[in-house]
C-alpha cells in the first residue's frame, strides 16, 4: 500500500460532506481539551447539527475548522451585530474559543464508544459547569506522569 500525503483532507472531506448530508459520523478522539469527560482514543459519533436544532449550552459541539474537527463543548451563545455567536470551549482548557456562526458547526456529539485504546466510556452529557480548572490540573498532571514513567 502506497503513501497518499492527501488522506487527512480527503477524509476531512469526506466527514464533512457525510455530515452536510445529514449522516452520523463516528471518529476518534485526540487531545486533551475535553479531557476527562473524553479522553484520547474515545470513538465519538457525531450527528449534524440541523437534526435537533440549535445547539444549547453545555452540548458537546463539533465545529469546522481548516484542518478538521474541533469538538468542545458550548459555553453560551451571543448576538453580535444582530448575529447569533457560539462561543465553546475545551472542559480542561484554559480559555474559551473565538465565537463561531451556526454554519461553522458541523454537528453534536450524541455517544461515545469504548476502544481498547480507551476502554473508559465518554461522558456525552449536557454539562453546564465543567470543573475547568480542575480538569486543567488533572491534563497538567498527566503529561508531567506520562513524562517520567
Request: glycine fraction near 8%.
Amino acid at each position: 500500500m502506497s503513501y497518499n500525503p492527501n488522506i487527512h483532507e480527503e477524509l476531512k472531506d469526506v466527514g464533512f460532506n457525510l455530515l452536510s448530508e445529514g449522516k452520523t459520523i463516528r471518529i476518534k478522539a485526540h487531545g486533551y481539551s475535553m479531557f476527562p469527560c473524553i479522553k484520547p482514543g474515545s470513538l465519538i459519533l457525531i450527528e449534524p447539527i440541523n437534526q435537533k436544532g440549535a445547539p444549547v449550552p453545555g452540548e458537546i459541539i463539533a465545529i469546522r475548522k481548516e484542518n478538521g474537527l474541533i469538538v468542545h463543548r458550548l459555553l453560551r451563545t451571543e448576538i453580535r451585530i444582530g448575529i447569533k455567536h457560539y462561543i465553546a470551549r475545551g472542559d480542561s482548557n484554559g480559555y474559551a474559543d473565538n465565537p463561531v456562526t451556526l454554519n461553522e458547526i458541523a454537528g453534536r456529539v450524541v455517544r461515545a464508544e469504548t476502544t481498547g485504546e480507551n476502554p473508559v466510556l465518554a461522558d456525552v452529557r449536557i454539562n453546564k459547569k465543567p470543573a475547568y480548572f480542575t480538569n486543567r490540573l488533572r491534563v497538567i498532571f498527566l503529561h508531567i506522569w506520562k513524562k517520567y514513567m
